[in-house]
DNA sequence: AATTGCTACAACCGCTTCTAA
DNA sequence: CTTAGAAGCGGTTGTAGCAAT
């Protein structure tokens, strides 16, 4: 009966300040661990669990509350495109942050985008625009971000995390193959003109590799050169005016223009099974 | 000013894994 | 070896605060 009681005493939802300062004071007394009983020690009508989680997820000292940065972003990316949904693993590699922050940012932020494109996060189209176009742009905003504050102030060069850019690649190397492949925009056009001629595209597809990018201008797209045409979604090479069915078909420019908006190079992004428009 | 919709985030729930008796 | 309780993890829900209408 007593058992029971208890439980229907059980508190349930969001803490006040008084439950932090005796949760808080508790722990500095006797350690964490042994939740259940450190509950009941500090008087808190609230289960081990609850306990332990608002001290995991709130209260720690060591957590760092506020946005997240653009460094983080792109470990998080890197992480999840090579961990998948192991959020506590995910936040043993950011100093500060929690599985439950990680795994909020994903929801709100990642799968935002992801339906913004129509597509499931977990698909491996979307992987695919995280790895590719999403993350060398995200890299290239934290380099060019870094290289203005050391410029301007060298004192505030260090961010609150301790994660330089050297550090990242060392822990990255995958993202730092990404990011090189994936931001240089050369020489892959004279490879693509040798091998257009007198292909079909899927040909074409197969022989170019998983990632490759083409820059140009034209009046639309002025980092498009050699694209002069485009109707219906699709970009065509002028050499391919004849039979315009050869034409890159790419739907993503439809579903996200937004990308575009102010996007400095723009590219074709091709792999095994689909064409993206790189921004 | 009131309402609605959206976002961010705290907290809960159910399940799995770990650990000590 | 077994088992019960604790701890950990990932999915989901609830809600406060804000912006748009």
């Given at each position: 009966m007593d058992v029971v009681k208890e439980q229907m005493d059980i508190r349930k939802g969001p803490w006040t300040l008084e439950e932090d300062l005796k949760l808080m004071d508790c722990i500095t007394i006797h350690g964490e661990g042994q939740w259940s009983s450190l509950a009941r020690g500090a008087g808190l009508n609230r289960t081990g669990k609850s306990c332990r989680l608002r001290w995991m997820n709130y209260l720690r000292p060591d957590i760092r509350h506020g946005n997240i940065t653009l460094k983080e972003e792109v470990l998080i990316l890197e992480l999840h495109s090579r961990w998948g949904n192991r959020w506590s693993k995910i936040a043993?590699?950011?100093?500060?942050?929690t599985d439950n922050e990680i795994k909020n940012y994903w929801r709100t932020r990642v799968q935002k985008q992801a339906k913004q494109l129509n597509?499931?996060?977990?698909?491996k189209q979307f992987r695919d625009i995280v790895r590719y176009v999403w993350l060398p742009r995200l890299v290239d905003r934290v380099r060019a971000s870094s290289e203005a504050s050391t410029t301007a102030q060298p004192s505030t060069a260090a961010t609150s995390i301790s994660i330089d850019q050297n550090n990242y690649e060392t822990l990255i190397p995958e993202c730092q193959q990404v990011h090189k492949t994936g931001l240089q925009?050369?020489?892959i056009e004279e490879d693509i003109q040798t091998q257009i001629s007198g292909t079909g595209l899927d040909q074409i597809q197969a022989q170019i590799s998983p990632l490759s990018v083409v820059s140009g201008g034209n009046?639309?797209?002025?980092?498009?050169?050699?694209?002069?045409n485009f109707e219906d979604g699709v970009f065509y090479r002028p050499e391919w005016e004849a039979s315009?069915?050869?034409?890159?078909?790419?739907q993503a420019l439809e579903r996200s223009n937004?990308?575009?908006?102010?996007?400095?190079s723009l590219g074709i992004l091709l792999n095994d099974d689909s064409i993206w428009l790189q921004p």
């Open positions: 043993q590699q950011l100093p500060g942050r597509c499931d996060a977990n698909s925009l050369q020489p009046d639309a797209f002025p980092d498009y050169s050699w694209c002069n315009p069915s050869q034409g890159f078909d790419v937004d990308w575009l908006i102010g996007g400095a």
